[in-house]
């Protein structure tokens, strides 16, 4: 019994303890009280909560909490179920989205009609009916709901289907909300939905109104979009409207300064007057955010920077090249002037820089190469620089991988092909020649040195050259001196280290000036005999093959391996054509056999003479006049 009144005692003595409020004698504790316990009434300012942490707490403890439980007629609790809790969970948050959205009924309403109208195999009076029934439910509210996620897909909808009428009263709705709506992540969709189908003076309206936009647009990731989507499909004077502004203050004020004639920036500067340094100062003004921020992707931003390019001093164009070299370059290239570009950051940059955007292509060099602009670069990499290793590991590599894709590709090949016959006027462009042969005036050692009227000599035999159109069934193909600026390297040995040295080359006619005879003699003569054995094949009516010779393709490619290459020629005409020539005088076989007539090559040329002079003089075998007079002079 004493034992058991002895645990009493010690428990209560735990539980007089055990609370802070009065000490073990049941005096008062002699902890001082705060005042308050919210620290909002404390004296010192340092605890008081903000406003707006207050107004946070207000509504997290006035929302509703969802209980496991809910009351029962009998007052007890009934626990749900999870479905039923799920049930619930929805139903408050569509509460509160109503409380939140103004317009959030109507959107609802929207996406149900929606659903129905996108479907494929709906007729296309249902789905003007219901295209008019959401028009007419969101009218007078379209500016406000354009920018939600839901809105803005059913208003896209609506004006890819609706009738012109429809279309002209949203377009009107929507016309004073144009700069704001461009730069929402979701209305920039209707917005350029909106200029895809908008007539010729309601796009010479939302051009004119993005006046004095047009640069902080540009600085804008989603509103950037907007600005290209309309240079884009805009005419010369528009396009011309929207580069203006960037060029200067007194363009970005009078538009109107300007014709469409002065289209380059040099040429407005001299017929306005304008001083060069305060234009430079602000086209850097406006293209420095755009670079840090990475926008790179569009046209109008390229055009710019070859402008700028073409005026700046030395400082200025080494830090833009500076700032492009890299993976931003890549994004660049897919354009015409974007493809300038990197090949001018090519030609002036540094050792250090070509690497940077050598690598920076890496992964990508298949999408590159089959680009119409983007193989230029990569033709321009093969002619400037120096690191034959560099471009062997990243580029001549991954080509290999779809060697097939990139020869059958028309953009593809050029590249194979400026390694053959670098620089052929036969295989490139006019204009892709002189991107090859462009360079920065203010990095360029000649360019110092010339005079004014020496720059425009050159400007008319270039412009004569780019007028110049290339002759296919030309006898010879002409070289065009390339200046590369920067490569330092001996271009024949280039050529040998990118073409024997990496394994890339099998050529048929052993590339310009035989530069893989040496190498790969004893593999091509095989393959010159293959390819005449297959000419030397006799005609048969009944295979349902074509004849190698009669083939269009195959018949004008033989056709240039005999204009090209003597060695070829000689055995193809040993094998297949001596004494056989009136069978293959007709049909695209004649071809080839114009070819030995056309050849510069004196001893093909003698040996086909003594058979083919009868078959012309007979008229069975025609050679045009113009190639005929070329040969003979």
């Not at 709906?122 to 500016?143: V, Y």
């Not at 193909?477 to 280039?494: C, M, Q, W």
């Not at 003698?606 to 083919?612: D, H, R, T, V």
Request: positive net charge; aromatic residues 4%.
């Amino acid at each position: 019994m004493a034992a058991k009144n002895q645990q009493t005692g010690k428990s209560k003595k735990r539980k007089l303890v055990g609370p802070a409020k009065a000490n073990r004698d049941g005096s008062a504790s002699k902890k001082p009280k705060l005042s308050s316990s919210n620290p909002a009434n404390h004296p010192n300012k340092a605890f008081k909560t903000p406003p707006q942490k207050q107004q946070q707490q207000k509504r997290k403890f006035e929302r509703p909490q969802i209980s496991k439980f809910e009351k029962s007629e009998a007052g007890q609790d009934k626990p749900l179920t999870k479905r039923e809790r799920r049930l619930r969970a929805k139903q408050l948050a569509e509460e509160r989205k109503k409380k939140r959205k103004r317009h959030y009924t109507l959107e609802q309403e929207l996406a149900s009609l929606w659903e129905k109208m996108r479907c494929r195999n709906i007729a296309k009076e249902e789905r003007s009916k219901l295209i008019s029934e959401a028009l007419q439910k969101m009218e007078g509210k379209i500016p406000e709901i354009a920018g939600s996620h839901v809105s803005s897909r059913v208003l896209q909808t609506c004006v890819k289907h609706c009738s012109q009428t429809e279309r002209d009263a949203v377009f009107e709705e929507l016309r004073p909300h144009f700069i704001s709506l461009a730069c929402n992540t979701y209305a920039v969709h209707l917005v350029k939905k909106m200029l895809d189908n908008a007539s010729k003076t309601q796009l010479a309206g939302v051009i004119s109104s993005l006046h004095g936009h047009v640069a902080s647009l540009l600085r804008h990731m989603v509103g950037s979009v907007v600005i290209e989507h309309a240079y884009q499909i805009a005419n010369a004077t528009q396009k011309q409207e929207l580069l203006m502004e960037l060029y200067s203050t007194e363009l970005q004020l009078f538009k109107d300064l300007v014709s469409t004639k002065e289209s380059r920036l040099e040429d407005v500067i001299y017929k306005l007057g304008l001083q060069k340094g305060s234009v430079l100062r602000h086209m850097n003004s406006v293209i420095q955010p755009i670079l840090e921020k990475g926008i790179v992707d569009h046209s109008i931003i390229h055009r710019v920077l070859i402008e700028y390019l073409s005026m700046a001093d030395k400082i200025s164009a080494a830090d833009v090249i500076q700032q492009l070299s890299g993976p931003l370059l890549v994004r660049m290239i897919h354009t015409r002037d974007g493809s300038r570009i990197g090949m001018l950051c090519l030609k002036h940059g540094s050792a250090k820089e070509r690497k940077k955007i050598i690598k920076g292509m890496k992964g990508h060099i298949s999408k590159i190469a089959c680009d119409q602009y983007g193989c230029m670069v990569l033709a321009g990499i093969v002619v400037i620089v120096d690191d034959t290793k560099l471009v062997t590991k990243i580029i001549i590599r991954e080509i290999q991988t779809v060697l097939k894709q990139i020869v059958l590709d028309k953009s593809g090949r050029r590249l194979l092909l400026q390694l053959l016959h670098p620089n052929c006027s036969r295989y490139l462009s006019p204009d892709d020649l002189a991107s090859l042969n462009l360079s920065i005036p203010s990095l360029s050692a000649e360019a110092e040195s010339l005079t004014k009227s020496e720059k425009d000599s050159q400007r008319e035999e270039g412009s004569g050259k780019e007028d110049a159109e290339s002759d296919e069934e030309g006898t010879a193909a002409e070289s065009v001196e390339i200046t590369s600026e920067g490569g330092k390297k001996d271009p024949s040995l280039r050529r040998r280290e990118l073409l024997v040295n990496s394994g890339l080359a099998e050529v048929a006619t052993g590339a310009s000036s035989g530069i893989l005879h040496q190498t790969l003699n004893d593999k091509l003569k095989n393959l010159h005999e293959a390819i005449a054995s297959l000419a030397a094949e006799p005609k048969s009516e009944e295979s349902e093959e074509e004849h190698v010779l009669e083939n269009f393709h195959s018949s004008r490619t033989i056709r240039k391996l005999v204009l090209d290459c003597p060695e070829f020629a000689s055995t193809l005409w040993k094998k297949a054509f001596e004494g056989k020539c009136e069978s293959w005088a007709q049909g695209h076989s004649s071809k080839v056999l114009c070819a030995f007539w056309e050849t510069s090559d004196s001893k093909v040329h003698e040996s086909a003479e003594k058979e083919l002079q009868p078959l012309l003089e007979s008229g069975v075998l025609k050679i045009p006049e113009t190639k005929q007079s070329a040969n003979e002079g």
